[in-house]
């Protein structure tokens, strides 16, 4: 259901109403080309990301959808069915994802979770804080996080210490 506001003077209307995919659709091309002027980069730089975990069954076992927009990676979506949650299913499809986005010449993902989903499991997966949005409903709050997809070469998992001369 639509209703209509204000009407101004020029012709123009405002309406207020539920889901318009026509509107979704216009606004995101809209701010596309924003966007891609803004950032030098063109439509060919940014591409969808999925990853489906299914059982011998064809059954959805989870999945994770995201995108990459020239060289980062970013995470829409992450579940994992309630009986396969400690299977490790949720660190294969981030690994297998956050592989993919390399391939893709990603260097940097993005990701938020309210904090009565994941957080710390993306702390575990070596992604840090950023911020936190407040507010979300049940006094919750959206934690964001980045994490560098640059993987140290081989042998150099961690920093270098000199001899010392003792």
């Known amino acids: ?7 101004g003077r020029d012709g123009a209307a405002l309406s207020v109403g539920h889901g318009d995919a026509a509107l979704a659709k216009a606004l ?6 924003f966007n891609f002027a803004a950032t030098h980069t063109t439509p060919e730089d940014q591409g969808e990301l999925s990853v489906k975990a299914v059982d011998e069954n064809g059954g959805l076992i989870g999945g994770l959808t ?12 992450l579940w994992v069915r309630e009986d396969s949650r ?40 070596g992604y840090v804080e950023t911020g936190r949005a407040l507010g ?15 993987q140290a070469p081989p042998g150099n998992e961690g920093p270098v210490h000199a001899p010392s001369d003792s």
């Open 136 to 150: 979300i409903p049940g006094g919750a709050e959206d934690v964001h996080f980045h994490k560098s997809l640059v």
């Open 66 to 77: 995201g995108w990459t927009w020239s060289g980062l990676f970013g995470i829409d979506m």
């Open 86 to 125: 400690q299977d490790g299913w949720g660190s294969r499809l981030l690994r297998a994802a956050e592989d993919e986005a390399r391939r893709r010449g990603c260097d940097r993902a993005n990701v938020s979770s309210f904090t009565f989903q994941a957080p710390d499991f993306y702390r575990r997966h």
């Open 28 to 33: 995101e091309q809209g701010l596309d080309a």
């Open 1 to 7: 259901m639509t209703h209509d506001h204000d009407h």
